[in-house]
């Protein structure tokens, strides 16, 4: 048995290693004066992106004497794969941002490293960031990979001429009264909302906001509460908007995000809901520059007037990244430096000019809350939540996004077939128990 | 494989690689030979090697991997991952979509192989001859062949979406299009899309078929008296067979296992009705990080591809006899 293992091991290490020597990045190993970071590719960005990465690097070589390289990954596929390749191999970046919903998932391969309070203190100690940011980093809190670096928080744009020339003075707070604004500003050619029902990656967060308002945080002491009829109720709702109330353009059913960015662009809808900040770029260049504003999403679930008991006024899932250091770096005490070099207050107010991602710092970020403009994306970074944080997560998203997926067909037709919601909700429920149940 | 063996080139009978088939009464005698040389067959250890480490090794690997239980939790230590034995290949069958799977990607490809069929032969017949601008309408019959399945896919989307140019186009008709990229139509446009990239291969194949066929040939059916649609089906359309075949078979095995189309074009989640194979095999390995279950929908797929692999292994090794009888 032995030497089975031991030959395919071998077998293994020939097929890991052409893809490991093919990047030729210059392993961290090579002279230990090198940092590998992992980070996603900024496709708004990307020459300001090259640059921020040769400032870096220059500074750190400064700082503590060591380069660091950058590799890039297009998309989470490109990410998950270089994420195996380099757990198996034991070689690769040192340091990953990860999106914080995937932190988690990153959290239960026990492949990065688990911060001691040493480390905390050595990255400038807890009390650098803003509490908020903290919610996703681990189960709790003396057991705790990833490290806050940026923060991306909902928020939803809406057309300021439009609420204006219908006589509405402020978007509403609660969901049901967001449909009330948005089937009065429906009509001429225009709709209330602008929804990508078409995402893959969108609709859950709609479902997940509106169940945690009303109580549900959707998995919790490892069980599923998919079916629950609050959930039910967040369905319905956003299925409804489309369907039944009429505020959403029928096409919608196949928007990705930046089709209903367009859309609202465009001036043919009146809100956007849940969209990051970056969607600031494209509408500043779009017809409606200079005429919209952002708010906060309703934090008063669907049917309700105010927040129901055990309901969490969550204005945003607390999105961004977080940077995680593999288990497997020989440079965790410089990847350590590098860290704590990039969540300073100087380093994050620079990356923050540069790319408009909000401050994880929060000296930084309280600075930040005097600027009217960012006025709601503050806001909604003080009352963001992370989602459950459990190794199954990943399949509870994709579980929610596919009840959504599936109930397009009837969707286009006019309806919300609560049977068939009822049904895929109950197929969803049990994928994601068996999921749960796998964690170990 | 016999024909790249150079100890056997000067073997009687063997010097033309056509007629590789007509020397096989004697195999025995040709391989003393081959050994016989010593150092010849160290000529091969280098496609050996290469066989060895691009089939063979990933191959035994996801072998492996299907018999474990891998997963996010166990992927760092794999080879220490629970032994699960058949487990994944039970819970793939019988508690996953894989047979539904595997009846879309099935059914899809072979109406979608039967579309381009005709489509692909037509093509072939109206540029077979000489004509202005032959050379032009060849090359934009390529077109689709020579696109990226990403690029196709993209295309197809813009098109078919709610509000896209084939909705605006039927509505014209007085048709409602509806959803083509999700509900019972999709399945119709994974079809039609894949017809589409598909019968280019078709039409090159058929092309080489037809341009292979003996001028005399169409000298003695004219002579002959047949007019073109008795040549086309008494002589044309027979002798095309072989190479036709040929192309059905790969652009079966080909739209069997086409993964970036389907998943550009109706992304994932994947609507019920186009949840296709190897989706469903990515979206198990790369959003579920269920390695071991994915493995399994690989190994069961490589398993059903087989069955027209091995029709294509022989259709190859049949035609030449026949093509040179």
């Given at each position: 048995m032995n030497a089975t293992r031991a030959l395919l091991a071998a077998a293994l290490a020939v097929t890991v290693a052409i893809p490991v020597t093919a990047c030729g990045s210059g392993s961290s190993a090579e002279d230990g004066r090198t940092l590998n970071v992992l980070i996603g590719a900024n496709s708004i960005y990307p020459t300001e992106q090259k640059q921020w990465f040769a400032d870096v690097s220059a500074k750190f070589q400064q700082q503590a004497g060591a380069k660091v390289t950058f590799e890039t990954f297009a998309s989470p596929t490109d990410e998950l794969t270089k994420i195996q390749t380099s757990m198996l191999s034991g070689q690769g970046p040192d340091i990953y941002a990860l999106g914080t919903t995937f932190t988690p998932t990153a959290y239960s391969t026990g492949a990065f490293v688990d911060l001691t309070a040493d480390q905390w203190t050595k990255i400038g100690g807890r009390d650098r960031f803003l509490p908020a940011t903290l919610g996703i980093s681990g189960p709790d809190a003396t057991h705790e990979v990833g490290i806050p670096f940026t923060s991306r928080p909902f928020v939803m744009a809406y057309n300021k001429e439009l609420l204006a020339a219908a006589g509405i003075d402020k978007p509403a707070s609660t969901w049901d009264g967001l449909r009330q604004q948005a089937r009065q500003l429906t009509g001429a050619g225009r709709y209330g909302l602008a929804v990508a029902y078409g995402d893959g990656f969108d609709p859950w967060k709609f479902i997940w906001a509106m169940s945690i308002q009303a109580g549900n945080p959707l998995v919790s002491d490892g069980k599923a509460r998919l079916t629950d009829p609050v959930t039910v109720r967040a369905y319905q709702t956003y299925l409804g908007w489309l369907a039944t109330d009429k505020v959403v353009d029928p096409a919608a059913?196949?928007?990705?995000?930046?089709?209903?960015?367009?859309?609202?662009?465009?001036?043919?809808?009146?809100?956007?809901?849940?969209?990051?900040?970056?969607?600031?770029?494209?509408?500043?260049?779009?017809?409606?520059?200079?005429?919209?504003?952002?708010?906060?999403?309703?934090?008063?679930?669907?049917?309700?007037?105010?927040?129901?008991?055990?309901?969490?006024?969550?204005?945003?899932?607390?999105?961004?990244?977080?940077?995680?250091?593999?288990?497997?770096?020989?440079?965790?005490?410089?990847?350590?430096?590098?860290?704590?070099?990039?969540?300073?207050?100087?380093?994050?107010?620079?990356?923050?000019?540069?790319?408009?991602?909000?401050?994880?710092?929060?000296?930084?970020?309280?600075?930040?809350?005097?600027?009217?403009?960012?006025?709601?994306?503050?806001?909604?970074?003080?009352?963001?939540?992370?989602?459950?944080?459990?190794?199954?997560?990943?399949?509870?998203?994709?579980?929610?996004?596919?009840?959504?997926?599936?109930?397009?067909?009837?969707?286009?037709?006019?309806?919300?077939?609560?049977?068939?919601?009822?049904?895929?909700?109950?197929?969803?429920?049990?994928?994601?128990?068996?999921?749960?149940?796998?964690?170990? | 494989m016999t024909v790249t063996d150079p100890a056997t080139a000067d073997a009687p009978g063997t010097g033309d690689a056509r007629r590789a088939g007509v020397a096989r009464p004697s195999p025995p005698r040709r391989r003393r030979g081959a050994t016989a040389g010593g150092a010849a067959v160290w000529l091969l250890a280098p496609g050996g090697l290469l066989t060895l480490t691009v089939i063979v090794v990933p191959f035994v690997v996801a072998l492996v991997m299907s018999l474990l239980d891998l997963d996010q939790y166990t992927f760092r230590q794999w080879l220490s991952a629970p032994f699960v034995g058949v487990d994944n290949y039970v819970e793939a069958v019988g508690r996953t979509s894989l047979p539904h799977a595997i009846w879309v990607s099935g059914s899809a490809a072979v109406i979608a192989t039967l579309l381009a069929l005709p489509l692909g032969v037509a093509a072939a017949l109206t540029t077979h001859l000489p004509f202005r601008g032959r050379s032009l309408i060849r090359s934009l019959y390529l077109i689709p062949y020579v696109l990226p399945a990403f690029v196709v896919g993209t295309i197809w989307r813009i098109i078919l979406q709610p509000d896209g140019v084939a909705n605006q186009g039927l509505a014209t008709v007085g048709i409602t299009g509806g959803l083509w990229l999700n509900g019972p139509k999709s399945y119709l446009a994974l079809i039609v899309v894949q017809a589409w990239s598909g019968w280019p291969l078709v039409y090159l194949l058929a092309l080489a078929g037809l341009q292979g066929i003996d001028d005399s040939l169409h000298e003695a059916a004219a002579l002959d008296g047949a007019q073109w649609r008795a040549k086309l089906r008494h002589l044309i359309l027979p002798l095309l067979r072989p190479p036709v075949a040929l192309a059905a078979i790969i652009s079966l095995l080909h739209m069997v296992n086409s993964f970036t189309l389907p998943f550009v074009l109706f992304g994932v989640p994947s609507p019920h009705d186009v949840e296709v194979l190897p989706v469903l095999t990515y979206v198990e390995s790369f959003q579920n990080l269920r390695f071991g279950l994915s493995a399994a929908m690989a190994v069961i797929s490589l398993v059903l591809i087989l069955v027209p692999l091995l029709v294509y292994l022989r259709t190859v090794r049949l035609d030449e006899p026949e093509a040179a009888a």
């Open positions: 059913t196949g928007w990705k995000n930046a089709q209903a960015i367009a859309a609202f662009g465009a001036g043919k809808a009146a809100f956007l809901p849940m969209v990051s900040a970056t969607s600031k770029v494209t509408l500043d260049k779009s017809a409606v520059a200079g005429k919209y504003g952002y708010a906060v999403m309703p934090t008063v679930p669907p049917g309700a007037t105010t927040l129901p008991p055990g309901g969490v006024g969550a204005t945003s899932i607390l999105s961004g990244d977080n940077l995680v250091i593999a288990k497997y770096s020989k440079n965790q005490d410089l990847a350590l430096r590098l860290v704590n070099m990039l969540t300073t207050a100087e380093s994050q107010e620079a990356y923050y000019r540069t790319f408009g991602e909000l401050p994880t710092n929060a000296e930084l970020a309280n600075r930040l809350v005097a600027d009217p403009a960012l006025a709601a994306i503050v806001d909604s970074a003080s009352k963001s939540h992370g989602t459950p944080f459990h190794g199954g997560w990943s399949k509870a998203q994709l579980a929610l996004v596919n009840v959504v997926v599936q109930s397009v067909p009837k969707l286009a037709a006019g309806k919300v077939d609560d049977a068939s919601l009822n049904a895929l909700l109950t197929q969803a429920q049990s994928e994601v128990q068996a999921a749960l149940d796998k964690a170990k | -």
